[in-house]
């Protein structure tokens, strides 16, 4: 192995441990912030945490979008939010039963459902004659107003599920939100080494770009969602640990595709159309476990089937792209 695969693979290890120290410190921080202010943590977790955590999808997906590459920058948010709803999900459930909010089952994972629909719906239906399978500007400016219509009804839950949730004066507020900073910093600059040297790695082994494309970087941009949850759920932190992942995949598609639609037209792959399907089955089946459960409460049962979903997803993907035949 040569002096650069040997860089390679040290790269990959330093952006892990950044990433993980860069979780520990956003939601040490994200916790602060809530404390002071006198918000909720699952609020934080669907909004600071969340936005902290898709850094690497918008990073990712706006350069890609500008550069004309439509395929990385709507594959990474579709693959980001299937990795983010099983497996993420899936790992949390099977660590620890992960509690879900009525607020979260109400309203946020229908959210969620509605707004990949809707991306869908825009990028099939040809409303004006013209710009087939795309998202353009005016599209782009919807999903924004109903990104920021989520953050206003948010907030708003949030105050009326914690009346007793009273502001911490006496903290101060600096620190922490230095904490969140470097938090996203870390997560941001470890998530972008590990994709870099993940298809540096992958390419290696000589793996197919295709497939790269639509499991590493994805995967690799949804390890900041998987770390943090992951860490909140063993610290008891459930709050932000499912506002998270539910807030990322809102993000991803209402804040991402949105703005990015908003400053170009974005092309949309007719493959795309059953990720977006994928997507949307996957909320709902996260809504059904916990249904079940009169604690609402997702347990190892349910972590299992939707780990094992996403792991049927990637046979899929390989199917699909003849990468292996069955």
Not at 19 to 41: N, P, T, W, Y
Not at 232 to 259: C, D, E, M, Q, Y
Not at 304 to 309: D, H, Q, R
Request: hydrophobic share 55%; proline share 2%; net charge positive.
């Amino acid at each position: 192995m040569g002096t650069y695969s040997i860089y390679t693979y040290l790269l990959f290890l330093a952006g892990f441990l950044i990433l993980i120290k860069g979780a520990d410190l956003l939601i040490k921080g994200g916790v602060g912030v809530a404390k002071r202010f006198g918000l909720s943590e699952h609020f934080i977790g669907l909004t600071i945490v969340s936005f902290g955590t898709s850094m690497p999808e918008f990073i990712v997906s706006f350069i890609a979008a500008l550069n004309g590459n439509n395929q990385i920058a709507v594959g990474n948010v579709l693959g980001s939010n299937i990795a983010n709803t099983l497996l993420i999900t899936g790992v949390c459930a099977l660590l620890i039963a992960v509690p879900v909010k009525k607020s979260t089952l109400r309203f946020e994972i229908p959210l969620s459902i509605v707004s990949v629909l809707l991306l869908g719906l825009f990028s099939y239906i040809n409303f004006f004659g013209k710009y087939v399978d795309s998202i353009v500007a005016w599209e782009g400016f919807v999903l924004l107003v109903v990104f920021f219509y989520f953050i206003r009804r948010s907030f708003k839950d949030s105050r009326e599920e914690e009346k007793d949730f009273k502001k911490d004066k006496q903290t101060k507020i600096v620190p922490f939100v230095i904490l969140v900073v470097l938090g996203v910093a870390g997560l941001f600059f470890g998530g972008k080494w590990i994709v870099g040297s993940s298809v540096i790695i992958a390419g290696h082994f000589g793996i197919s770009q295709t497939f790269i494309g639509l499991t590493v970087v994805a995967f690799g941009t949804s390890l900041p969602e998987l770390v943090t949850s992951v860490i909140a759920a063993l610290k008891k932190n459930n709050g932000i640990a499912i506002g998270n992942i539910i807030g990322s995949n809102i993000f991803n598609i209402l804040w991402i595709i949105g703005f990015t639609s908003f400053i170009k037209p974005i092309g949309i792959n007719s493959l795309n159309y059953s990720d977006m399907l994928i997507v949307a089955l996957s909320a709902i089946l996260i809504i059904v476990f916990v249904i079940a459960n009169k604690s609402r409460t997702l347990h190892k049962s349910g972590g299992i089937v939707l780990a094992g979903s996403y792991l049927l997803y990637i046979v899929y993907l390989l199917n699909r792209e003849n990468i292996v035949s069955w």
